[in-house]
């Protein structure tokens, strides 16, 4: 009896240790500085993501490569790459994007929410999961998250008064090496959006407001030399973190830009030319750190008509959809269709239908390409997303991605404002349905 005691306490030493040696399925397993497991649970391998962060995915092989530390040195670790995740930088072609030669279809959903959670590894695969089912290659998500006190879960930058400072730690930066792993992982590519013209998750009024004082116009953002200063800093350390990561397929400048923004502060002097001279500086600024990614605005696509009874037409928001997708350094449009939101209830069919077609006609006429990134109603979704999306195919739109992705997660249903499409709806069905004949269409993968 002793020595079988003794043996059992052995085994369970060894498991102990071995428990404390492994990382689990979707834990990090290596990157810079880490000084964590560097061995996999069994039925995984560590698949390297980026210089800071290589993760442990089931069924992956292993193979062995090298990865500099912080010291200058060089250490090796066991990494793989599955056949899924992505390689390679996306481009464009007319109004086409490629991928190693051939069409590549942006088709997807966003996930604005994925990496601003505390959601683990685990929740963040079951996520991108859910989106890569539908048969998607791009998702869209915000990497900004301003603060002025530590919040307790993540954020990416905080600020002291006008001091700001970037939060490169495992609720910052390392979160976000996190996302892009769970993301190519599962296939898929992200368009990172780098701020926010609302106050949701702080925003362009941030930075006017801790650098210029509170109550400061919106629209000094894309005027005032120190903030401009202040967003390139933190567009600069953002972008050169993934200048070498495929798994990203563009940055956008904004999320919504326009002359207003969540407050009423204006300074009355915001114009369309405004915010256009602005993309142009900030798309060049990061073309010139980054010649791997895509660049584009992450705007609304409003056009400029003056007098059009429609106020999406009107010019009056700060936004010329023709003159922006014009900028050299932009490489494609984008637009979003919020038909309820914009006064046209009981007429989102066709107000969609003419949208998508008139920038269908601005994309030819510009050759390049052009992506309805956002758009979604709040009934009969099924019937006006079907019209919707046989016009997208009619009309030869470069892609969609739909507002917004839904998944259950460890906590429950992530957040739904009314748009939110989960799997084993109708809605989600037509989208899987929808990325098959977008590809087809195109003749892609």
Request: net charge negative.
């Amino acid at each position: 009896m002793q020595r079988l005691s003794r043996l059992l306490a052995l085994i369970s030493a060894l498991t102990v240790t071995y428990a404390q040696t492994t990382s689990p399925v979707f834990g990090q397993c290596g990157g810079e500085g880490w000084t964590g497991p560097t061995i996999c649970a069994a039925g995984s391998g560590c698949v390297f993501s980026n210089p800071f962060y290589s993760q442990c995915l089931p069924g992956a092989a292993t193979s062995t490569v090298s990865s500099a530390t912080g010291s200058g040195s060089s250490t090796s670790s066991t990494v793989s790459t599955p056949t899924a995740a992505p390689s390679g930088f996306v481009k464009t072609s007319g109004t086409h994007f490629t991928l190693n030669g051939k069409i590549f279809t942006p088709v997807g959903a966003n996930s604005y929410w994925v990496g601003l959670n505390n959601y683990d590894a685990a929740d963040m695969n079951t996520a991108f999961s859910n989106i890569a089912a539908t048969g998607a290659t791009v998702v869209r998500t915000w990497g900004f998250d301003e603060v002025t006190s530590n919040p307790g879960v993540a954020y990416y930058q905080i600020w002291d008064g006008p001091v700001p400072t970037i939060n490169t730690g495992s609720n910052g930066l390392e979160n976000f090496d996190n996302v892009v792993a769970a993301a190519k992982a599962h296939g898929l590519r992200l368009i990172v959006t780098l701020t926010n013209n609302w106050s949701d998750y702080g925003g362009m009024d941030v930075y006017v407001n801790q650098l210029l004082g509170n109550g400061s116009p919106h629209d000094w953002f894309y005027t005032n030399s120190t903030v401009i200063a202040a967003y390139k800093n933190y567009v600069k350390t953002f972008v050169t973190r993934y200048l070498n990561e495929p798994g990203i397929f563009a940055w956008e400048l904004a999320n919504e830009p326009r002359c207003t923004g969540s407050t009423s502060a204006t300074s009355g002097q915001c114009t369309n030319p405004t915010i256009t001279a602005w993309a142009e500086e900030l798309s060049a600024f990061i073309k010139s750190i980054d010649s791997n990614h895509l660049v584009a605005i992450g705007d609304e696509g409003f056009f400029n008509e003056p007098g059009n009874p429609i106020f999406v037409y009107q010019g009056t928001e700060g936004i010329d959809f023709n003159a922006n997708l014009a900028i050299s350094t932009l490489d494609f449009g984008t637009f979003h269709m919020y038909p309820d939101s914009w006064g046209e209830t009981g007429n989102e069919t066709d107000f969609g239908v003419g949208w998508i077609t008139d920038h269908a006609t601005s994309m030819k006429a510009a050759n390049k390409p052009v992506i309805v990134e956002e758009f979604g109603v709040l009934s009969d979704m099924v019937d006006v997303y079907t019209a919707w999306y046989d016009t997208i195919l009619s009309t030869g739109l470069t892609g969609d991605l739909i507002w917004q992705a839904g998944s259950d997660l460890t906590n429950g249903e992530t957040a739904n404002d009314g748009y939110a499409i989960y799997p084993g709806t109708a809605v989600y069905t037509l989208d899987t349905q929808h990325a098959a004949a977008l590809k087809a269409r195109d003749g892609s993968a």
